[in-house]
């Protein structure tokens, strides 16, 4: 299918494109190519092939959510930068100014 200039500034216009008289030809040479070449796919014959979102099987390679023990409270606290009795101390980070 060969488009035309008016067609090549029809989709330029619903795309919000600004184009100049080079630009025109280039991209109606351009876009008469792919929808050639869309014309030839839509001749390949795709009888018993399902639809495909992606063509790799995907697989999850998150681990499973296994219930396992904490780490003890004296371990978790024992790298903390500052501590307040059990609890880990940071700086306010929303105050009075």
Known sequence: MRLGPE???RIAILARL?????EVG???DQLSHILESFEIL?????TGV????????LENVLRGDDVADSLPQNMVLANAPRKDGDFFKVRAVL???
């Open 18 to 22: 600004g184009l100049s008289e080079a």
């Open 95 to 97: 105050g009075d100014t």
């Open 50 to 57: 399902p639809p495909t979102t992606h063509p790799i099987t």
């Open 7 to 9: 067609e090549v500034l």
């Open 26 to 28: 280039r991209f109606k």
């Open 42 to 46: 839509q001749q390949v014959d795709t």
